[in-house]
């Protein structure tokens, strides 16, 4: 059973470029959270999604950020017209059910905006 | 407003020496308490998920316990491979289950 899988694990983008970040959840799994982790800071929530809906967004930046997570494919974070405080390691997280239930998270997708 | 906080930021230890990292939080009402591991470049790997005060659970060398205001991850007798950031979270009543609040983490390095 193949773990939360993120690609790419590793992206550069100039300043004012878009950035796509792509995390495909466990097998079975319906829940997608996304987390951002700055350099020396603990993880941040952004948004909150399952199948075709988002469900809590409140840690997402008001512009540049949105996230989906469509009935087919992968959830998507993009992240339009990047600068460089953009940079970061973006994790995603999935369960199966949003009770009781720990999150398991992928290797994440390290941002470099130069 | 809900809150984590780790200590200490950063512990040595000989391989063998017990010890303990600490987490206390604040939060209007707890759903849980999740700990998890993270390696460098790695993303966090779960270890533990206590729900109520005075609840324990074990895996190996690691032992978390939960009180109503903090949780303490006892290391008995560790390894090099124990060396890791040790990361804490809750999820507050009233969110999604896992819209965790993290701590800043405590960086454990085992040496032999």
């Known amino acids: 059973n193949a773990g939360v899988m993120q690609n790419p694990r590793h992206l550069v983008r100039r300043r004012g470029q878009e950035a796509r970040l792509r995390c495909s959840p466990m097998k079975g799994h319906s829940h997608v959270y996304w987390y951002r982790q700055l350099p020396e800071e603990g993880l941040k929530f952004m948004v909150y999604l399952q199948k075709e809906n988002i469900i809590d967004e409140s840690g997402m930046p008001k512009e540049r950020f949105s996230a989906e997570f469509p009935k087919e494919g992968p959830s998507i974070l993009r992240i339009q017209q990047v600068v460089r405080g953009d940079s970061a390691a973006y994790f995603c997280?999935?369960?199966?059910?949003?009770?009781?239930?720990?999150?398991?998270f992928g290797q994440g997708t390290r941002l470099t905006v130069v | 407003e809900d809150q984590v906080t780790q200590s200490p930021e950063a512990l040595r230890l000989q391989e063998g020496e017990s010890s303990s990292l600490n987490c206390s939080y604040t939060?209007?009402?707890?759903?849980?308490l999740f700990w998890y591991r993270q390696d460098p470049g790695k993303g966090p790997e779960f270890l533990f998920t206590l729900y109520s005060a005075g609840e324990e659970k074990e895996k190996e060398r690691l032992k978390a316990t939960l009180t109503k205001k903090e949780s303490f991850l006892h290391i008995t007798a560790p390894k090099p491979e124990d060396s890791a950031t040790y990361l804490c979270?809750?999820?507050?009543?009233?969110?999604?289950?896992?819209?965790?609040?993290f701590g800043a983490g405590t960086r454990l390095a085992v040496h032999p």
């Open positions: 997280a999935s369960s199966p059910r949003q009770e009781r239930t720990e999150a398991f």
């Open positions: 979270a809750v999820a507050p009543l009233g969110g999604g289950y896992n819209k965790l609040i």
């Open positions: 939060v209007s009402g707890l759903r849980g």
